[in-house]
């Protein structure tokens, strides 16, 4: 406790809430949740955080902090930003302990609303951070919301994608309880394109969000990406179906959390080498520092600006090698950032038993049937209004192509659950 209040006492209290207002993307008061820590008041602290968001025990744990909150600290200029996600955290067990809830603070609201919305009904397809966030914004404007979920659990990725030394699950469930108090009510093993259709919800609900997210791992496109061995990342921490990797040698493509994730896991799974790829320089890759240094200290080696060329296998069509060609940063007209340029002759080759793709995601396949518009990316198209081109259903999160966090994924269904509420 001691230390959870120096880190309180840490924060300035700026009047300006660079950390809020340009860091945070939910808007979370942090400067006024952290006083009232400051003051012993945790309970207030967290009726401040349920203002703005739902998630605060995970986005507390989870989010690439130094890229978002703590990166736009004023103390961060000078010296050490304040501990901002440890405190957000703390208030969130603190508030369980002590039998703090959403409900409490949003009860009155709700039944207030209730009376003004009628019986308007909304599905949620999904109970990943957007859909989570969506419906609890929903119930608390008195709709009625029911969410409809593949699994037979709620939580989406932070239950199946997030490893557990990284995201306790007791945590998520502490969460999705608190959520489902405000009387959601769910629908399991509901999967669209199998047992579930948005022609049949249309004519039971006044409005649909689709926050079911987007898992399927992108492929480089080089030779040898088809041969035994070779395995997306996101498949394989959402299905956990792993491979024996004990005294193998793994390579994990990719520069992200997801990437990170994968190379920990694989590695506390036995294997012998774990070697993160990554075409650019450290500080070009989107994981969070403090990922890159836990598994640099669990042993993970990481070969920065090296691209991968081919991946080889034996008769048995299964994976033994992979080239490698060395790449050096440059600047192109035009481009924001250094470019990854591959170094003629650099080329090399390392033995390897297993390649993790972990480039990014896409939608699955039966998105591509569901009759609404999509980008380019393949990722569901939408307007300022979370709409679809069906004007009646809503996307948020990584299935719409919002930037692949929690935290922005959770804005994301709070800010559509707004637009719905607006025109229902």
């Not at 397809?125 to 966030?133: A, H, R, V």
């Not at 998520?172 to 049949?200: A, D, F, M, P, R």
């Not at 070779?230 to 493509?253: C, M, S, T």
């Not at 994968?262 to 012998?272: F, M, P, S």
Request: hydrophobic share 35%; net charge negative.
């Amino acid at each position: 406790m001691e230390e959870i209040k120096n880190k309180a006492q840490y924060c300035l209290h700026c009047k300006v809430k660079p950390c809020s207002l340009k860091g945070c993307p939910l808007g979370n008061n942090i400067p006024d949740f952290i006083e009232q820590i400051k003051n012993n008041n945790y309970a207030k602290a967290y009726e401040i955080l349920c203002q703005t968001t739902v998630l605060p025990g995970v986005c507390g744990r989870i989010c690439p902090h130094q890229k978002q909150c703590q990166g736009s600290c004023v103390r961060g200029i000078k010296g050490e930003p304040v501990a901002i996600g440890d405190l957000e955290a703390f208030v969130f067990d603190k508030a369980m302990e002590e039998g703090e809830n959403l409900l409490k603070y949003w009860e009155e609201e709700i039944e207030k609303n209730k009376k003004i919305r009628g019986n308007k009904k909304v599905a949620v397809i999904g109970g990943g951070p957007s859909g989570l966030t969506a419906a609890a914004f929903l119930a608390k404007a008195g709709i009625e919301v029911i969410i409809y979920e593949k699994y037979n659990e709620l939580g989406g990725l932070l239950r199946y994608g997030i490893p557990e030394f990284r995201l306790e699950k007791s945590i998520v469930k502490e969460t999705i309880k608190n959520i489902l108090e405000l009387g959601i009510k769910v629908e399991y093993q509901k999967e669209l394109g199998k047992n579930l259709s948005l022609e049949e919800l249309k004519e039971k609900y006044d409005a649909i969000f689709l926050g079911f997210g987007a898992n399927c791992s992108s492929k480089m496109g080089v030779e040898g990406e088809e041969l035994e061995g070779v395995f997306g990342g996101n498949e394989l921490l959402e299905y956990n179906l792993h491979p024996d990797y004990k005294g193998k040698k793994v390579a994990i493509v990719g520069g992200g959390n997801v990437a990170m994730d994968c190379a920990r896991t694989v590695k506390r799974l036995g294997a012998e080498e774990v070697k993160v790829i990554y075409r650019r320089a450290r500080e070009q890759m989107p994981a969070e520092d403090k990922e890159i240094e836990e598994a640099i200290n669990e042993g993970v080696e990481f070969l920065f600006q090296n691209n991968i060329v081919k991946i080889i296998g034996n008769k048995e069509e299964k994976v033994t090698e992979v080239e490698l060609i060395k790449t050096e940063l440059v600047q192109k007209e035009g481009e924001t950032r250094l470019v990854p340029v591959n170094i003629e002759k650099s080329n090399y080759k390392i033995d390897i038993d297993y390649i993790i793709m972990a480039l990014g995601a896409n939608p699955a396949s039966y998105v591509k049937e569901l009759a609404l518009e999509l980008n380019r990316w393949g990722n569901i198209e939408i307007n300022e209004n979370y709409q679809t081109s069906d004007k009646k259903i809503y996307a948020g999160g990584d299935l719409a192509g919002v930037k692949g966090t929690v935290a922005w994924a959770s804005y994301s269904g709070r800010e559509a659950a707004k637009k719905i509420i607006e025109n229902i």
